[in-house]
């Protein structure tokens, strides 16, 4: 593989991948709020 | 309403709208509905056919200009409006509802086709423990033209049926006829929990597999040399847009069904980016498969990459095959590759027959099972009949090219203008979204939707109308193009005014009070202006 494709995969993974990292870490720093009038299902799952 | 049945005709709806049971199995199913066929044998070669590594630059600024700016248009729409597309339409606006009715219509005309990929891919599976196409002295390219779907000369439509595509198919169909019937949260919640966990682990161990056989250095080098000269050529702009619309289930009304199923303090925006993401890093996976495959192909050919690489039912059933006749293991990747299609195919068709069950269901305000049966039994008859044939092949491959154009790439251009130019509900939609999203939209986000949507898939669509009109399609008859094609099209278009004129009854869900409860508790949340990060 030349040093030009590997610099490419890096950056392709670091960008993508790292993307999904961190929305994942944002979503996970604001907590699932939950509709204070609608009382919950018994979860199926 | 109440949660009593009719006694007289079908039964009424029960009283409360289904919302998935928690965000990461909103999450998990949007992953599952984006996460389809084209992330695996589309994605690879149009990345490669356009700059290769310097296809991330146009692909990272569609994604951010176009692709999550719209994704959230349409959550914004099914979750303010809380119905499956047609009903979130009407109430966005009356005369709205027949895009909803288009965009069910284009589901459907997806879902009779998609049904007969996962069919096949599911017979791969067995053929690739057999290796069925060694037989055949045409290889797998004759193997599956000739001896599995036995594909006739003349291209027209028939009904010589083909057995080993019509058992599969119909197994197919059973499969998501039981998961549709179960519902949102015991059907396709648990669907994709299942399957997706399961595509994911079983797609690693590929691209795993794959990065370690003779040549796919040589096929990585390929995939990721990038051809900077591409960058000035606008073709390579608009694939990229093209690729993240269709990529991201965009303007299908899926989005806007699945949202309509959560929860009224989600985080929409939140939600949409890891969506977002997690398809495209499904994407940059397979890519990285598929190449390494093909470079090990080229290798064993004694030819380059270039010569070997292919996208769509070339790679997948005649390509691949060939690849796991030769590679050590081979078996164990075509089970991989091909099981991998087969789920990630049926997470996508379950969403798809969601748009058109909902819609349904909305409109008679039926229960979820008879809703549910009426809808999908004639969709899978329809199916069976036109598919499992001597020339199914044909109408696949026509309708999928003109439904994607003038179908959904039509939909999305005239929703676009409608929602933003026309009506003017852009501003209302990004309050509704900044209520409770960790990420706000402000007027970036009205521009780009408003601005660039419009632009970009005007631009495509005329490009589009262009080359389908300077030649024959495939190079089949007029005629052929001219009904399953353009006619079908424009059959879509005249089949949504008319399914928009059916009056709303009584029974239906557009005047439910549940829904009255949610528009007053959704006002009384939002802020007058977006708050902290503006997208």
């Known amino acids: ?45 | 309403m109440s949660s009593q049945s009719s006694t007289q005709g079908a039964p009424l709806a029960s009283d409360k709208r289904e919302t998935f049971s928690s965000r990461k199995l909103f999450i998990l199913s949007a992953i599952g509905s984006a996460v389809g066929l084209g992330n695996i044998w589309r994605f690879p070669y149009v990345a490669y056919e356009n700059g290769g590594g310097a296809f991330l630059i146009p692909y990272l600024v569609a994604i951010l200009c176009a692709g999550i700016p719209l994704l959230f248009l349409d959550y914004a729409v099914g979750h303010r409006y809380r119905g499956s597309a047609p009903l979130s339409y009407r109430r966005a606006n009356r005369k709205a509802e027949v895009l909803g009715w288009w965009q069910v219509l284009i589901c459907f005309i997806i879902a009779i086709y998609y049904a007969a990929i996962i069919a096949w891919a599911a017979m791969y599976c067995w053929f690739s423990i057999t290796k069925a196409w060694d037989k055949n002295p045409d290889g797998a390219g004759g193997f599956f033209m000739n001896d599995f779907l036995k594909v006739q000369e003349e291209v027209t439509v028939g009904f010589d049926f083909v057995g080993p595509v019509l058992i599969p198919m119909f197994a197919v169909w059973l499969i998501a006829i039981v998961i549709m019937v179960a519902g949102v949260n015991k059907g396709i919640s648990r669907a994709n929990a299942i399957f997706m966990p399961l595509l994911i682990i079983m797609f690693l161990v590929l691209v795993v597999q794959s990065v370690f056989l003779p040549g796919a250095i040589d096929g990585l080098n390929t995939f990721f040399t990038p051809n900077f000269e591409a960058l000035k050529n606008p073709s390579v702009w608009a694939a990229a847009f093209g690729h993240i619309f269709f990529s991201l289930s965009v303007a299908f009304g899926i989005m806007v069904t699945y949202s309509s199923y959560m929860k009224r303090k989600s985080d929409l925006t939140g939600s949409g980016y890891v969506v977002a993401f997690a398809n495209s890093s499904f994407e940059l996976l397979a890519g990285i498969g598929v190449f390494a495959a093909l470079g090990f192909m080229a290798y064993n050919a004694n030819s380059s990459v270039d010569e070997v690489a292919v996208s769509g039912i070339g790679l997948a059933f005649i390509a691949f095959p060939t690849i796991v006749s030769q590679a050590p293991l081979g078996s164990v990747i075509g089970v991989l590759f091909f099981g991998s299609l087969v789920f990630a195919g049926l997470t996508s068709l379950i969403s798809i027959l969601e748009v058109i069950v909902a819609a349904f269901q909305d409109k008679l305000g039926w229960r979820r099972a008879p809703a549910t049966l009426i809808v999908t039994i004639p969709v899978a008859l329809i199916s069976l009949a036109l598919f499992p044939t001597t020339t199914g092949l044909y109408l696949l491959d026509t309708m999928d090219a003109f439904v994607n154009q003038f179908g959904i790439l039509a939909c999305a251009l005239v929703i676009v203008i409608v929602l933003g130019a026309g009506l003017g509900m852009l501003p209302k939609l990004a309050k509704h979204l900044n209520r409770h999203s960790s990420i706000k939209v402000g007027t970036g986000w009205k521009v780009l939707v408003g601005g660039v949507g419009p632009a970009a898939l005007g631009y495509m669509l005329i490009n589009e109308v262009q080359t389908k009109m300077a030649e024959q399609y495939s190079g089949y008859p007029a005629w052929f193009n001219g009904v399953f094609g353009w006619g079908m099209a424009g059959a879509l278009i005249v089949g949504a005014i008319i399914l928009s004129m059916v009056p709303w009854s009584k029974k239906s869900k557009l005047d439910d009070p549940e829904f009255h409860q949610h528009k007053k508790n959704v006002e009384a949340e939002e802020i007058p202006e977006p708050a902290g990060k503006e997208y």
């Open chain 1, 1 to 45: 593989m030349s040093a030009l494709a590997i610099v490419f995969m890096i950056i392709s993974m670091l960008t993508i991948w790292g993307g999904l990292a961190l929305a994942l870490i944002h979503l996970s720093r604001h907590p699932e709020k939950t509709d204070d009038d609608v009382i919950e299902p018994a979860h199926s799952l």
